[in-house]
């Protein structure tokens, strides 16, 4: 048996004759015990709030979107159209045109985007699915809108008011002076059939129309979108279909996934999480001094031993091995203790919903293997660290 680790371990399970020591040693167990435990609860909440931030813009994005490096808007030809069906790993894609516009309700008005959305737009995104609040999505080819909750808080606008019109204003394209209201915007009624809620910028966002509508209130042609939207199957080879689409539209296009479609938002999260886990290694880091000092009393304590073993031929570099590996056994034991009871806090909150942020919605958490090999290799890493520079302590001086 490996000599040092031996003598390690008999240090480790066995007490000290003095009782200071035993409960430094437990105060520096428990230290990283629940050092490992809070740090696996804390990056468990904030995986689960960042995918339960996501779930809204997941819920609207698509999984890949098409616009135009030039411009606002684009041709896509019956070609291409037929091109974007045979590539391998498209589920549906949808084509949209997107545009700022004025709208008018009972004396309010509101500045935001009118989308039209074609047929595929329910196959592409679930937003008509899954998070209409109120009434039903529209209905192609005619004058149905669907609006976000907010803009219908702004204006006061409720679904099938026929007292009073729903109006947009779409600026006309052209030069000269404009001398009339006529000459300036394009005008039309439109018919609220459903409000959808997502998020609260989302729903101050977008109003849905139908795609020939939005294209002959822009003065655009059938074949001119603003952008495409598309739907992967599940395992499909993002990098290849975007590869492809390259092709097809001669790399004039710009092709986003879902993260570089909400860059800002990924790029926050991210460093939200890397602020948290570096707080909390801080934290573990100021737990392991106590480490630090329950070895150092340790080898005062075995001081007579260390003498006795040195006499016998110990070298001093394996006399400095027993309390290193005495330590780094400690951490291991603390972080596996410590993830064992993180990870059952975890599973009760998801099983059980023990804390909720309302009534209805616990608070979101998220197990993660990802999560148990960062904490366990952070706390070993520290443990480590902590155990060499107790260890080094251990000199030909104090045995002589």
Same mark, same amino acid.
């Given at each position: 048996?490996? =000599? ?20 430094? $040693? ?21 995986? #689960? ?35 974007? &069906? ?26 935001? @985007?009118? %989308? ?5 737009? $329910? ?6 699915? %899954? ?6 999505? /529209? ?18 606008? #409720? ?16 030069? #000269?002076?404009?001398? +009339? ?5 394009? %005008? ?6 459903? *409000? @959808?809620?997502? +998020? ?20 655009? !042609?059938?074949?001119?979108? +603003? ?16 590869? &492809? ?6 790399? !004039? ?26 707080? =909390?290694?801080?934290?573990?880091? *100021?737990?392991? =001094?106590? /480490? ?35 330590? +780094? ?11 064992? /009871? ?10 059980? %919903? ?12 998220? =197990? ?9 290799? $952070?706390?070993?890493?520290? #443990? ?10 251990? $000199? ?5």
């Amino acid at each position: 048996m490996n =000599f040092p680790l031996y003598i390690a371990k008999r240090y480790l399970f066995s007490k000290s004759n003095n009782n200071a020591i035993n409960i430094i $040693t437990g105060i520096a167990s428990l230290g990283i015990i629940v050092g490992a435990m809070a740090l696996f609860v804390v990056l468990s909440v904030f995986s #689960g709030l960042r995918d339960f931030s996501l779930s809204f813009s997941n819920d609207f994005d698509p999984d890949l979107k098409v616009n135009t490096i030039l411009g606002k808007t684009f041709f896509i030809s019956p070609n291409q159209e037929n091109q974007l &069906k045979q590539i391998d790993g498209i589920a549906s894609y949808s084509k949209v045109v997107e545009e700022r516009v004025l709208f008018f309700f009972n004396g309010k008005e509101v500045v935001t @985007y009118l %989308k039209g959305v074609d047929a595929n737009f $329910t196959k592409t995104n679930i937003l008509s699915q %899954k998070n209409i609040f109120n009434g039903q999505w /529209l209905k192609p080819n005619t004058f149905q809108v669907v609006v976000g909750y907010g803009i219908s808080q702004k204006l006061s606008l #409720g679904l099938f008011d026929f007292n009073n019109p729903f109006e947009v204003y779409v600026p006309r394209k052209g030069k #000269g002076v404009i001398e +009339s209201e006529e000459e300036a915007f394009y %005008k039309s009624n439109l018919i609220p059939v459903g *409000i @959808y809620a997502i +998020s609260e910028d989302l729903d101050s966002k977008f109003v849905f129309c139908d795609l020939p509508l939005a294209q002959d209130l822009l003065e655009l !042609k059938p074949n001119e979108v +603003s952008g495409i939207e598309i739907k992967t199957k599940n395992n499909a080879d993002e990098s290849a279909i975007i590869e &492809k689409l390259n092709l097809i539209f001669q790399n !004039k296009v710009a092709i986003k996934n879902r993260a570089q479609q909400n860059a800002t938002l990924y790029k926050m999260l991210n460093t939200e999480n890397i602020a948290v886990y570096l707080i =909390f290694t801080l934290v573990i880091i *100021i737990a392991l =001094f106590n /480490l630090i000092g329950a070895l150092i009393m340790m080898i005062l304590d075995k001081k007579s031993n260390l003498k006795t073993l040195f006499n016998l031929g110990s070298e001093i570099k394996d006399l400095k091995k027993i309390f290193l590996l005495q330590g +780094s056994l400690l951490s291991v034991l603390g972080g596996i203790i410590g993830l064992v /009871l993180g990870i059952g806090i975890v599973l009760l909150q998801q099983q059980f %919903k023990l804390v909720m942020i309302t009534e209805s919605l616990a608070y979101p958490v998220v =197990f993660s293997f990802q999560n148990v090999v960062l904490v366990f290799a $952070t706390i070993v890493a520290l #443990g480590v660290v902590s155990s060499w520079i107790a260890s080094s302590r251990v $000199t030909k001086k104090l045995v002589d």
